[in-house]
């Protein structure tokens, strides 16, 4: 089993900054991409941010020039600076990383998507 655990999250003033944080553990062989999702009352989950292992990086229009994702593979973990936050940015903040076990077997068992509990962040004076 893998796992990944948020941190970060909060109440913060607009124009305000957070940095959160998802630590994977568990049965990792190797991670791919490292994301970040958010969803908003009444909104579909929508991805902000996403890292792969080589270093592509791939931003939500809304967040280009604010937020600034990271990881650091030794610790299997991702980061997500936040800048500038607007009250627009308030949503539930969800992990998300693809995961090769290193279990043989077929690739369905083997690679997995996995997910976070979520960390919420709220924007607001």
């Known amino acids: 089993q893998v796992q990944l655990v948020e941190s970060g999250g909060g109440l913060v003033q607009p124009g305000g900054s957070l940095r959160l944080s998802c630590a994977a553990s568990?049965?990792?062989?190797?991670?791919?991409?490292m994301g970040w999702y958010r969803q908003a009352p009444g909104k579909l989950r929508e991805l902000v941010a996403a890292?792969?292992?080589?270093?592509?990086?791939n931003y939500a229009t809304s967040v280009k020039g604010r937020f600034t994702i990271s990881r650091d593979n030794a610790k299997n973990t991702a980061y997500l600076q936040m800048n500038s936050l607007k009250p627009e940015d308030t949503a539930v903040y969800y992990c998300?990383?693809?995961?090769?076990?290193?279990?043989?077997?077929?690739?369905?068992?083997?690679?997995?998507?996995?997910w976070g509990q979520g960390t919420l962040v709220t924007v607001s004076s």
């Open positions: 998300n990383a693809d995961v090769d076990t290193g279990r043989p077997g077929p690739p369905s068992y083997r690679y997995l998507e996995v």
């Open positions: 890292l792969t292992r080589g270093g592509s990086t």
């Open positions: 568990g049965s990792i062989f190797s991670i791919d991409a």
